[in-house]
């Protein structure tokens, strides 16, 4: 089957030094690879110490985005990120003390392997965190998010939200302090309408990309409904906001990775056995497509790791490495 480009008129170009920095759901890891392979300056604003090796960095998750904030999967949660780094919101959410000592953030519970030894170490990483997600945005030139949910579960004395409900991936749920909440079409446009007047203020010359997460929810807690109506609404409602904020500002770009992967043309055959994660190959297609229409320059080809080969076992290999993405969600199979 031959590439599918339904891409159109896409006006932004990026060159070999162009600072580009991702964030966004587990879909948006796929990107950042994809542009390092591809010989383009994917922007890591927080890289982690220099005398640590690349090993153990990659293992602690410096890298995985631009910033080490984990998989951000709702504009709410992008919205309070910034607030935070702002010093405009400082929620009242206590750090998250598991049972052998350690200790986890409530806003990026996966990131440290074997969690923070003390609460001490978490905050002060937190603010390191937060500086150098500061110096991010007023540096990068390109900011790709990947919109991926609009369910989240947020605190009720104060509607700080978090990747993941508390209790599933580190915390203790309870009923009186959190709720679920699903946004809508409006309130992830007010929220996304924040960022960009944010990046626009600290960055005027930035560009930003919004892409949807062509993976579908692996549960929803709305009640009466299917996970299958859930993740229609959710998409529906993303991909809605994504279309109005890029007709509202010049500054503001949409790629369309969600028609790529889901388009009926493909059959499906960009999905894994799960029918859930996004293949090798459908990630390839995507990153050759944007390249294709972003980059000034031809691309580097991927490293012979990343390439696909036409042959079933290879096939299977690189749609077995999709569930190496660092994803919470994936957290919700061990319940």
Not at 24 to 37: E, M, P, V
Not at 113 to 124: D, I, K, L, R, W
Request: hydrophobic share 40%.
């Amino acid at each position: 089957m031959a590439d599918v480009d339904p891409v159109g008129r896409f006006t932004l170009k990026i060159g070999p030094q162009t600072r580009v920095a991702t964030a966004g759901s587990c879909f948006a890891q796929h990107i950042a690879r994809h542009l390092k392979a591809s010989g383009f300056n994917y922007y890591v604003g927080e890289a982690g110490h220099p005398l640590i090796s690349e090993e153990i960095r990659t293992a602690h998750n410096y890298g995985t985005f631009s910033g080490r904030y984990g998989n951000i999967y709702t504009a709410r949660q992008l919205r309070q990120l910034i607030e935070r780094v702002e010093g405009q919101f400082s929620p009242v959410e206590a750090p998250w003390i598991e049972a052998d000592g350690t200790v986890r953030d409530p806003f990026r519970p996966a990131v440290q392997p074997g969690n923070f030894t003390s609460v001490a170490e978490m905050e002060a990483d937190r603010r390191m965190h937060l500086k150098a997600v500061k110096r991010m945005f007023e540096t990068l030139d390109v900011f790709v998010f990947t919109l991926g949910l609009t369910e989240c579960w947020r605190s009720r004395e104060d509607g700080a939200v978090f990747p993941l409900c508390p209790g599933v991936e580190g915390g203790t749920f309870d009923p009186d302090r959190y709720e679920f909440y699903n946004q809508s079409v409006s309130e992830v446009i007010a929220d996304m309408e924040s960022v960009v007047a944010y990046v626009a203020r600290v960055n005027p010359n930035a560009q930003i990309v919004l892409t949807v997460s062509p993976v579908p929810l692996m549960a929803t807690a709305a009640a009466d409904e299917h996970v299958l109506t859930a993740t229609t609404y959710s998409k529906s409602v993303l991909r809605v906001a994504a279309q109005a904020l890029k007709d509202s500002h010049q500054s503001v770009h949409y790629f369309p990775s969600f028609e790529i992967i889901t388009g009926a043309y493909n059959r499906g055959r960009y999905y894994a056995e799960d029918l859930r994660n996004v293949t090798e190959e459908g990630v390839s297609h995507v990153m050759r497509l944007f390249l294709k229409h972003a980059a000034t320059v031809e691309a580097e080809a991927p490293r012979q790791a990343d390439a696909l080969e036409p042959n079933p076992s290879a096939f299977e290999l690189a749609a077995a490495r999709f569930v190496e993405v660092e994803c919470e969600e994936a957290a919700l199979d061990r319940g």
